[in-house]
């Protein structure tokens, strides 16, 4: 598979008749059918003009349109997935940045991203669902001649996404056919998937974390991606007892409210038999991890990703020692630890966890203060500062932007989430920096409690002060029957105070 650098030939490697993509109550489309929906779906885009490196948003509710729409338009163009809850401003932005020759919308959705494209000037395709997972048609658009037709080369873009800018005018990300392919390898590899294996997928596909590791890593494979419209908790044990996925992935926040409603479903859990587990796009507390895999009897695979790498960039073996707290080995580009002058730092140093290698995006478009920050000597820099330790497993103190700065001492976020997380009374813990008018920052956590559990804020900070030196622990505990997430699932830290209304 190592060959194989565009979507064209990676559309190829599924068996004729066996199924590629699935979706509760929908025949299968097989790799054969998808194949010929890629095949289908370039020509006719083409024949609208649109072609490599042109670009084209997709805004389609979960489901296996939206995966096969992304497929199939990357197979010959730019993909440029935006998530279908924008409002209408929201959509204007992203594609007046964007520029996109057209987008696709499902026939008789009243998204205002029509309202948007319009106003803009750009062509609005819209979708037509067909009887099998995933087939399609699209209708609209202008008949023109594409400058570049056919099936996309190794250097084309394919998939075009925004960070996510919680501090800043979000970037935009551009990652080439081998950027993506190259992630979808590395995490057919760490997972050893085949052709036998089924990914429940739950996660957003506006999302680099869905599109990669579910969908695009399970057909790299051969294998299936049962298509769901998202993540539901209510849904999810239904589902896994009636598609009988080999494994699933998500983010920390969808493992914890699984984990949560497990024992209600042991029955199923049991009947399920999955091979395994994966948590990416945010750190996994350690007593999480082992709950998860006690409970469904499988190895959860903690990995490390972020849109800049195309996603994956470690993860813990499958077989051998998985870590709790640890996000593993590096699984598809190098990996070290840099600091602040660019020297690379040896095992057991904290720094600035830098990557490179053949997923990793050629920077930023359009910004070259960004790239110039965000590159050096060829490696990226990833903002997450870590340490990589004796035995090589990578180890995260947290995000640079998200250090709590309390009087010039440094808090990592994610060392006093592991100790809250670690009481039995906790469900869910996110650290987060109030503003303090002597120190700079305080040190403050939300606290989700385990169904029927009581905890008071002093037991808990006297239980964190056992572990923790006095400066780390939360001045300010506030519990919470949730606590708020981005779109993608993510917690969101940063301004988290002032969310709440929180002052010291």
């Known amino acids: 598979m190592s060959a194989i650098s565009n979507l064209g030939e990676l559309l190829q490697r599924g068996a004729a008749a066996a199924p590629a993509l699935r979706a509760p109550g929908r025949p299968a489309l097989t790799h054969e059918g998808l194949r010929a929906l890629a095949a289908g779906t370039v020509a006719a885009l083409n024949a609208k003009g649109i072609g490599r490196g042109d670009r084209v948003a997709i805004v389609l509710p979960n489901g296996p349109e939206m995966a096969a729409a992304f497929l199939c338009v990357a197979a010959g163009a730019s993909t440029a997935p935006l998530n279908p809850s924008y409002k209408g401003d929201e959509f204007t932005f992203y594609l007046d940045d964007l520029k996109p020759k057209a987008i696709i919308v499902q026939q008789a959705d009243a998204t205002p991203a029509r309202a948007s494209a319009e106003a803009l000037g750009i062509p609005v395709l819209e979708l037509i669902p067909g009887e099998a997972a995933g087939s399609f048609t699209l209708q609209g658009g202008t008949p023109g001649t594409a400058s570049k037709p056919g099936m996309a080369e190794a250097d084309d873009e394919a998939l075009v996404l925004h960070t996510s800018g919680t501090t800043a005018r979000p970037k935009i990300v551009p990652l080439s056919q081998r950027n993506i392919t190259a992630s979808a390898r590395h995490i057919g590899t760490a997972l050893e998937l085949s052709e036998s294996d089924c990914c429940l997928n739950i996660m957003p596909l506006f999302h680099i ?40 992935t998500a983010v920390p926040t969808m493992h914890q409210t699984i984990l949560s409603r497990a024992d209600r479903n042991a029955e199923i859990i049991q009947r399920a038999k999955l091979r395994l587990i994966r948590s990416s796009s945010a750190s996994l507390p350690g007593p999480v991890m082992e709950a998860m895999e006690a409970t469904f009897g499988c190895p959860l695979v903690e990995s490390y990703g972020m849109t800049e790498a195309a996603h994956q960039m470690a993860s813990n073996p499958l077989r051998g020692k998985r870590k709790p707290g640890a996000v593993g080995l590096p699984a598809g580009p190098e990996v070290r630890i840099m600091s602040d002058e660019g020297e690379f730092l040896p095992q057991g140093e904290v720094g600035e966890v830098v990557i490179r290698g053949p997923n990793v995006t050629a920077g930023y478009e359009a910004n070259p203060e ?17 340490m990589l330790d004796a035995d090589g497993y990578l180890q995260l103190t947290g995000r640079l932007k998200e250090l709590i700065n309390r009087g010039g001492e440094k808090v990592s976020p994610l060392e006093v989430d592991g100790v809250l997380s670690a009481h039995s009374a906790v469900a869910q813990a996110l650290t987060f920096a109030i503003p303090h008018s002597k120190l700079g920052e305080e040190v403050g956590a939300a606290v989700v409690l385990r169904e029927g559990a009581e905890l008071t804020e002093r037991e808990l900070r006297d239980f964190a002060a056992k572990y923790l030196a006095d400066f780390k622990v939360p001045r300010k505990v506030v519990f919470l029957p949730e606590i708020p997430k981005g779109a993608t699932g993510k917690l969101m830290r940063i301004g988290l105070a002032e969310k709440l209304g929180i002052s010291l």
């Open 370 to 386: 960004a790239n110039a920050k965000a590159f050096t000597n060829g490696w990226f820099r990833t903002g997450d500062q870590g």
């Open 209 to 248: 974390h869905g599109l990669i590791a579910a969908v695009l890593s399970s057909v790299a494979a051969g294998g299936a991606v049962c298509c769901t419209g998202g993540f539901d908790a209510l849904k999810f044990f239904r589902l896994l007892d009636e598609e009988r996925p080999t494994w699933y």
